[in-house]
């Protein structure tokens, strides 16, 4: 297997299903490193070398482990519920989110909700927000007035990777950016 390969397989681990490789998380999304190890290993090699790897060299950032290295967690993405102590942060004045044109009646409609996960995810800048949105089609990228949101009782977050966060953005704060 290839590193890709299992970071993508440690990402619906720490994110989704820990129970696929027989591990829960605790209350702050936390996995000790040894049963990951053994519960990957059990269908590709791991070792805690292999972590530390994809922890550093992820562009993504997706990953951290305590300060000891005895556990891991990943940084946002969960759909399972767990508090990874993020604290509230003032935004820049807006914000972007990307996503595929075949969501768009839906977002005009109802604005941004997080599905299955815990939170919808935004962007700093339009340029992530856009590569973020070829994933799903054709790019549409949205701007989010994030400080009027903020002003009007939203709160944000972000995530040690830079990611920013927030439960939902209703449709009366998006405009969708040109072409």
Known sequence: MSLTETSKFLSLILRHKPEIIG???????????E?????????????????????????????SFNEAQTLIRANQGHSIPVDVQLKATKPPAFLWHG?????????EKSGLIPK???????SGDRKTAFQVGRRHGKSVVYRISAQKMQEDGYTF????????????VPARYLEREPG
Request: proline residues 0%.
């Open 157 to 168: 977050y972000r995530s040690v990777n830079g990611v920013w966060l927030i439960k939902e």
């Open 35 to 63: 049963e990951v190890i053994a519960g990957i290993g059990r269908t590709r090699e791991c070792s805690q070398e292999i972590l530390e790897e994809i922890v550093r060299t992820d562009a993504k950032q997706r990953y």
């Open 99 to 107: 996503t595929g044109e075949k969501y768009v009646c839906s977002i």
């Open 116 to 122: 299955s996960r815990l939170y919808v995810h935004l």
């Open 23 to 33: 591990i829960s998380l605790d209350e702050h999304g936390w996995a000790k490193v």
